[in-house]
C-alpha cells in the first residue's frame, strides 16, 4: 500500500481545506490512518486518528475543528479543516501501520496566512 496526499495549499485565517489520502491498496483491513503535520522547525507532531471502526480521536490543538473521515469504497481518508490558524501551517502527512511497517504519505503543504 502506498499512500498519497493532497488538497493542501494557501489559505487565509478562517478558511477551510480539505485534505485527502488515497491509498493505492484497500484501506478497509487497515486498525487506523493517520494525519501528522510538521511545521518549519518542529518536530512532527499527530493531528488526527480514523480507527478501522470509524472512531476518531484528535490532538487538543485541532478538536472541534478539524474532522477525520475516510471511505473504504475509495480507500481514501480526507482531514476536513475549518476555522484554520496560522499555527496551522505545515507539511501534513498521512500515515498508516502495515503489518510492522510505517506506511507515510509524501506530504502536501498547507499554508495559513494572517
Known amino acids: 500500500v502506498q499512500l498519497q496526499a493532497s488538497g493542501g495549499g494557501l489559505v487565509q485565517a478562517g478558511g477551510s481545506l480539505r485534505l485527502s489520502c488515497a491509498a493505492s491498496?484497500?484501506?478497509?483491513?487497515?486498525?487506523?490512518m493517520g494525519w501528522y503535520r510538521q511545521a518549519p522547525g518542529k518536530q512532527r507532531e499527530w493531528v488526527a486518528t480514523i480507527t478501522r471502526g470509524g472512531g476518531t480521536n484528535y490532538a487538543n490543538s485541532v478538536r472541534g475543528r478539524f474532522t477525520i473521515s475516510k471511505d473504504n469504497a475509495k480507500n481514501t481518508v480526507y482531514l476536513q479543516m475549518n476555522s484554520l490558524k496560522p499555527e496551522d501551517t505545515a507539511v501534513y502527512y498521512c500515515?498508516?501501520?502495515?503489518?510492522?511497517?510505517?506506511?507515510w504519505g509524501q506530504g502536501t503543504q498547507v499554508t495559513v496566512s494572517s
Open positions: 491498496g484497500s484501506i478497509f483491513s487497515l486498525n487506523f
Open positions: 500515515y498508516t501501520v502495515l503489518g510492522s511497517s510505517d506506511l
